[in-house]
């Protein structure tokens, strides 16, 4: 595992101020830290995407579940902790165009 400290649009980085994340040996992300709350991720890495994806963050001081992320042969939408539900539609080649809240 190794940490990866983040940084603002200005190139300086620090993990007190902006947080840091752990990424595990195969490249997933385990967790983020970012204004000292920590979030946990849960990484499905055989799904219909064909690439490693997360499936759900929590808080790991309260184990809350923060969001829920959707899958098809994409990730196609996420879901708060209060299921407020956003869909992440798609251009032609993939990338996310348009977000639609439900």
């Known amino acids: 595992m190794f940490i990866n400290t983040l940084g603002d ?3 300086n980085t620090t993990t007190d101020d902006l947080g840091h994340g752990i990424i595990h040996d195969a490249g997933n992300r385990v967790s983020e830290t970012i204004g000292g709350v ?3 991720y849960l990484t499905d890495t ?12 929590k808080n790991s001081a309260t184990g809350k579940l923060v969001m829920t992320y959707l899958l098809g042969d994409r990730v ?4 708060d ?5 956003t869909y992440l539609l798609a251009k032609r080649h ?7 809240h439900d």
């Open 9 to 11: 649009n200005n190139g």
């Open 38 to 40: 920590t979030t946990l």
């Open 46 to 57: 055989q799904n219909p995407t064909g690439y490693d994806q997360p499936l759900e963050a």
């Open 76 to 79: 196609f939408g996420q879901a």
């Open 81 to 85: 902790a209060t299921g407020a539900v």
């Open 94 to 100: 993939g990338s996310t165009r348009v977000t639609r």
